[in-house]
């Protein structure tokens, strides 16, 4: 079992930075990947970036290439995303996940938490 809680939302303006963490209870989190979702009102939760449970392979949506870095420190039991030059189009609730497999599928995910608001005002 693995319990994660995120935390680091907030409203920021355009071009701002906001960066959510998400720590990680239960034996299993130095050998499970981490993901990063989000749901925007309306929409579909949307894959943002994963990470193996090594550190060494990362993924990331198009959308945030270049400007969001997933990161995670195993002695903490936490996963973090760094995300700059957030966009309006960036507003959502960002979900961390755990789970053995690594991918872009929110069913590769076993895990859930329970999600941060980020607000980006235009």
């Known amino acids: 079992q693995v319990q994660l809680v995120e935390s680091g939302g907030g409203l920021v303006q355009a071009g701002g930075s906001l960066r959510l963490s998400c720590a990680a209870s239960?034996?299993?989190?130095?050998?499970?990947?981490m993901a990063w979702f989000r749901q925007a009102p309306g929409k579909e939760r949307e894959f943002v970036a994963a990470?193996?449970?090594?550190?060494?392979?990362?993924d990331y949506a198009d959308s945030v290439k270049g400007r969001f870095t997933i990161s995670r420190v195993n002695a903490k039991n936490t996963v973090y995303l760094q995300m700059n030059s957030l966009k309006p189009e960036d507003t959502a609730v960002y979900y961390c996940?755990?789970?053995?497999?690594?991918?872009?599928?929110?069913?590769?995910?076993?895990?859930w938490g329970q999600g941060t608001q980020v607000t980006v005002s235009s």
């Open positions: 990470i193996s449970w090594s550190g060494y392979s990362t």
């Open positions: 996940a755990a789970g053995l497999s690594y991918g872009r599928r929110t069913e590769a995910y076993d895990y």
């Open positions: 239960g034996r299993t989190f130095s050998r499970s990947a």
